[in-house]
């Protein structure tokens, strides 16, 4: 991952975007480590004027290969970032898949996992997202 500016809102917390995905089927499409053992909703910092929507298309677009349409705003997610204790605040959307036009980023691999399945291997923080969907 290429170090870059980070953008602070204006209580500090470093602003990142991404989408929970959903299909037809009520599949979630989740991103991943290559081994599998760490699983998320494509999310990503924001750049230099771009809205919160625009952050989280194009995370989503760079990280899964999908074009995807944002159906709503779903509630935030804060943490502190591991050693650092860094401050993140990531604007999460409601999204549905319009395309999938590239193989994503190459360092990760993206799934679709059935809604109960992705509850047991997203990062507990992240659970409650889910729950919001239904």
């Known amino acids: 991952m290429t170090e870059h500016n980070k953008i602070k809102n204006e209580n500090n917390e470093t602003v990142k975007a991404g989408c929970v995905v959903i299909n037809e089927d ?3 499409l989740l991103v991943g480590d290559k081994e599998g053992k760490i699983w998320a909703f494509p999310k ?3 750049k230099n004027g771009e809205t919160l929507e ?3 298309l194009r995370e989503v677009k760079e990280e899964t290969g999908y074009e995807v349409e944002i159906l709503k705003r779903l509630s935030d997610v804060t943490y502190p970032r591991g050693q650092t204790g860094e401050l993140i605040r990531v604007a999460i ?3 549905r ?3 999938k036009t590239d193989e994503g980023e190459k360092e990760i691999q993206s799934l679709w996992f059935p809604i109960n399945k992705a ?5 507990k923080n992240l659970v409650f997202l889910l729950e919001e969907l239904e």
Do not use: M, S, T
């Open 26 to 28: 009520k599949e979630v």
């Open 44 to 46: 990503g910092h924001a």
């Open 54 to 56: 625009q952050v989280a």
């Open 93 to 95: 959307f409601k999204a």
């Open 97 to 99: 898949p319009i395309e």
């Open 119 to 123: 509850k047991e291997i997203i990062y």
